[in-house]
């Protein structure tokens, strides 16, 4: 992807969207203050962010629905480098919930001084560019990707949106921030979400009791999601993102890749990954 001023600017090496982003927009993430009891969600894009914008706010206040239903979600728990952020950052209570794509070397030195904390949220690499080819098709502030074997190029090149998926990863898996993250995958949320849940509430120190798991999950699955206009990013002027292409919410499963995938594609893009990860001393946890 060559980089267009008309889609992209960069930063630190990063290809960010100039819609939702802006070089005042960064330098204001680099330096906001951190709060003790702020949490953070990060994730490589299409990994989970929305998701997590639903459920934070709830597993935060007990399961109380009002955020959700009323509250846009890129409002109620914005972007730590988009341009939102400066504006609704003085409206956000504490607990402030946050989501972020950034990898762990750009975070702000505040979050390093701080105690807040951070979940981690990891999804099969196929399925993120599977997810992301789609996103480009109905998103016009992104590039065309070109066919699916090109985009997996780019990919794998570390020529797409913030950059190379083994990058983010590896940045936050060799963080030193000790219990103060969570690592989670998309793959148990889908299996397990109650589980997925129960993990941060208590990692969050939140100690729900079980019917209020069961609420915050039974809100948060997908078919709730789609339905949800303060979720499902049908506000979005379709100037912007047409859900006649593909929508926002497509399908929010695990393993679609295999739908998408030839045998030598899978082969040529796991090989690479793992290679990348290997180097760094960790394992490629999906076939």
């Known amino acids: 992807m060559s980089l267009s001023k008309e889609f992209y600017i960069e930063y630190e090496g990063l290809l960010l969207p100039t819609e939702t982003h802006s070089l005042a927009s960064v330098k204001f993430a680099q330096e906001f203050?951190?709060?003790?009891?702020?949490v953070i969600a990060v994730t490589y894009p299409k990994s989970g962010t929305t998701w997590m914008q639903e459920i934070l706010p709830l597993?935060?206040?007990?399961?109380?629905?009002?955020?959700v239903q009323s509250t846009v979600n890129w409002d109620r728990v914005p972007w730590l480098e988009e341009t939102r952020?400066?504006?609704?950052?003085?409206?956000?209570?504490?607990?402030r919930a946050m989501v972020s794509h950034f990898p762990y070397n750009l975070m702000p030195s505040s979050f390093h001084s701080s105690k807040a904390k951070v979940i981690y949220v990891m999804r099969n690499p196929k399925d993120i560019l599977v997810s992301s080819f789609y996103f480009h098709q109905m998103a016009a502030f992104l590039e065309n990707p070109g066919t699916f074997d090109e985009f997996i190029d780019k990919f794998l090149?570390?020529?797409?949106?913030?950059?190379k998926w083994t990058d983010h990863v590896k940045s936050w898996k060799l963080a030193k921030i000790a219990d103060?993250?969570?690592?989670?995958?998309?793959?148990?949320?889908v299996q397990d979400l109650p589980a997925a849940i129960r993990r941060m509430s208590d990692f969050l120190c939140r100690n729900h009791s079980e019917d209020a798991i069961q609420k915050i999950a039974e809100h948060c699955t997908f078919k709730s999601m789609k339905a949800n206009t303060m979720s499902n990013f049908s506000l979005v002027p379709k100037q912007y993102m047409d859900s006649d292409k593909s929508p926002f919410l497509r399908k929010g499963v695990a393993g679609d890749w295999k739908n998408h995938f030839n045998s030598e594609q899978d082969a040529r893009f796991t090989s690479v990954i793992q290679k990348?990860?290997?180097a760094?001393?960790?394992?490629f946890p999906y076939n």
């Open 33 to 38: 203050h951190f709060k003790d009891d702020d």
């Open 157 to 163: 090149e570390g020529r797409v949106l913030f950059g």
């Open 280 to 283: 760094a001393g960790l394992s």
């Open 276 to 278: 990348e990860l290997e």
């Open 85 to 95: 952020l400066a504006e609704v950052v003085d409206k956000m209570k504490s607990p």
């Open 59 to 67: 597993v935060l206040n007990g399961g109380d629905l009002t955020p």
């Open 180 to 189: 103060r993250i969570l690592f989670l995958t998309y793959e148990e949320m």
